[in-house]
């Protein structure tokens, strides 16, 4: 986006955005409200968000998610309202929207309890958070730190929005790890991909690849 014309208290600040999908996005989006220039740097495919819906009338394949704009809950209506208030009355929400706008409203719940901005504290505080958020009661799970949420199953309507026809009435505790493999093959997998890395950042072009069937 340029910076041409731009104003507010972080004019003066230039981000190179190499974040996709969810958090990262939304919060360079916020920064870019307050006047910063932010350049957003994406693999020759795009985001992968750019694969997700709201969708054409004529895609022939639609993925579901576990949120939709027709969920019936005073939360959604008002995040719906406010959301097209700010980008325009014919926006669609999605799942890869409020996941985004829940993971920045947990963030702030935990850096307001810990009172800091360290990561690590952050961290610990984070693992306590819940947020009765659009889709329902969305809490952070100490063990893993993903999210038990609720889980909506929907059938297109013929205005394009999605009509729900089963809900899991409580927030579903998440699984991390896939399947095909076990806990313990996993964490053996990341502690050597971290390992190797030094750290979650800057990885080396020789880092292991995830462990083959």
């Known amino acids: 986006m340029s910076a041409a014309g731009s104003f507010g208290a972080l004019s003066d600040l230039t981000i190179i955005d190499l974040t996709q999908m969810l958090a990262g996005p939304y919060g360079t989006m916020m920064l870019a409200d307050q006047g910063a220039q932010v350049i957003k740097v994406e693999p020759i495919e795009g985001d992968m968000t750019r694969r997700a819906g709201p969708y054409r009338a004529d895609d022939a394949q639609k993925i579901l998610g576990g949120y939709f704009q027709s969920i019936d809950r005073k939360e959604n209506r008002e995040f719906v309202k406010r959301f097209q208030a700010a980008y325009g009355k014919d926006r ?7 996941a985004a706008y829940n993971s920045v409203l947990l ?12 990561i690590q504290t952050v961290r610990r505080f984070m693992r306590r958070q819940s947020l009765n958020a659009p889709e329902g009661v969305v809490s952070v799970d100490p063990d893993s730190q993903h999210t038990w949420r609720p889980v909506y199953i929907a059938k297109v309507g013929n205005d ?9 009435q409580k927030p579903v505790r998440p ?22 890395w030094g750290g979650w950042a800057n990885p080396r072009k020789n880092a292991p690849r995830p462990p083959s069937s």
């Not at 963030?107 to 360290?118: I, K, L, N, P, T």
């Not at 699984?175 to 190797?196: A, G, H, Q, V």
Request: hydrophobic share 40%.
């Open 92 to 98: 669609v929400t999605s799942d890869v929207i409020t």
């Open 175 to 196: 699984i991390p790890y896939p399947i095909s493999r076990s806990k313990s093959e996993w964490d053996l997998f990341l502690n050597k991909m971290y390992t190797d």
């Open 160 to 168: 394009g929005q999605f009509d729900i026809v089963w809900t899991s």
């Open 107 to 118: 963030w702030a719940q935990a850096v307001r309890e810990a009172g800091s901005f360290e």
